[in-house]
């Protein structure tokens, strides 16, 4: 494990604390760029042997030398942490994480492109109907199987959740399979499939690089005065990216003027 990539990294996030303009880095209104403690390696072991998996080690250098959570990407970095004895993530989408599949590779493989398409085809619209009731069971039924395709907890498995970025999108890091280690986009809640998120090569990235991108831009733009114009350099496969007037950044996690206070809560 290289912990050099590490060093000096809680320092960084925390001299951003008290620093002015540091309230227009996207996300800060919600984690403050505080950190949680670190986890000490017997903690690690036994978080490890709990979920049954050895964490990405990039992600394990994350936990030993910056933070068990805390400031980060968007709205933070999920927290891991032990309650009445039992680790596990917490945050905003934290409960989709099957703890105990956990060790499962996570599967490459999205949703049948052509299925989606097809169902999105065949989505009810309530104009179609002559009163609200056959529409109302025509959708329901529609849901059912749109979220057993998209929304199958067998889509996830041998992933964390491990960050939100507002209105139900998330980011998740793989811990098992060929992807292991690697930061996945999570847009199912506005019908997008998962995808793996690139960078400017169209090069996945991995946890670290996740991160310390974040941070360098989050740097840039506090030092910039909270100005505009620092960009997070990310963006995820295929046409999937952020919409800067949702209050994001192509691949990003800035946001316009007002979006904070409209989506700290992960709401519309």
Sequence with gaps: ?????????????????????????????GHGFALEDVLDPA???ALEDQVGVELPDEYRGFLLGVGAGGAGPAYGVFPVRRRQGRWGWEGDGATLVEVNRLGEPFPRRCADP?????????RPEEEDFEGTDGFDDAIESWEREWESVMWSRDRTVGAIVIAHLGCALR??????????????????VDDEDLMPLLDDEGTPVGFAAWYLTWLTE????????????ARDRLTCGEDCVFDEEEGFAEGGFEEEDGAGERDAAGTR
């Design 1 to 29: 494990m290289n912990d050099a990539i590490w060093a000096g990294v809680r320092q960084r996030v925390q001299a951003l604390r008290d620093r002015p303009g540091h309230d227009a880095v996207f996300g800060a209104i």
């Design 43 to 45: 903690e690690l072991a």
């Design 114 to 122: 052509e299925r989606l398409r097809a169902l999105l085809e065949q």
């Design 171 to 188: 980011h998740w890091l793989v811990v098992s399979g060929p992807e292991r280690g690697l930061i996945w986009a999570d847009h199912r």
């Design 218 to 229: 989050a740097e840039r733009r506090v030092a910039e005065g909270g100005h505009a114009g």
